[in-house]
């Protein structure tokens, strides 16, 4: 599975927030959006989703055009794991990955024992088989997140699309959940996230494309894009990016700290 994005412009009202955004994202890869607030990271996921409309270009799975797609037919393609997630009800672990099963059921049917033991497999692969009775609400933020993308994966779609994933997790939540993001790619995954945070950026994508003022102004590996001048130019501070461990992994100082 893939997802590409031609010339997709979209505005609310009079404000332009897309501006002739343009990219791929291929099967068994982890492309990193990567940008400030408001330059219409959540907007472009929203408008592949098909939640809104009225942009202008196309979106496409495997060729074909989403506006072509119905809801069921996307959600069979398509999951999407929003950044934070507050249900009115406070259901079971089981019961919200369970729900990740509904593109695959009929209008009046219910989930069969095949749809509950692949809940049961997906909790077990990444660990949450022990949280299978507590509720959602009860448990880690970090835990709260693995569940969304166990709901994504009973889903049975291939292509996955995070909206800052690890934002508002612990710094150890954070890797675990990047390191499963990893993992699902390697499996074949297509998996498009936007972040905050340049060196787990670098650390674990694929492909990085940096956004600004609404507009794609880089793309290319990790290694090749982020800059200390490129980092400074989307967010506006004086930072230097420095790499170590044979360039596996940056850091961005802010250069006050290294001109002292």
Known sequence: MSIQID???????DH???????????KGELLSLLGPNGVGKSTLFKCVLGLLQGYSGEAYLEGESTRQLG??????RIAYIPQSHYPSFNFSVFDMVLMGTTAQVGAFSSPSKHHMDAV??????????SLRGRGYMQISGGERQLVL???ALVQKAKILIMDEPTSNLDYGNQLKVMEEMKKLAADGYCILEST??????FLYADRLLCMKDGSIIADGSPKEVLSSDLVSRLYGVDVTVRSFEEDRVCVCVPRWVVSN
């Open 71 to 76: 809801a069921k037919e996307l959600a069979k």
């Open 7 to 13: 010339h997709l412009s979209f505005s609310y009202g």
């Open 196 to 201: 905050h945070h340049p060196e787990q950026a």
């Open 120 to 129: 049961d497999a997906v909790l077990d692969k990444l660990g949450l088989l």
């Open 16 to 26: 332009q927030v897309l501006k002739d955004v343009s990219l791929t994202a291929n």
């Open 149 to 151: 993308i166990a709901r």
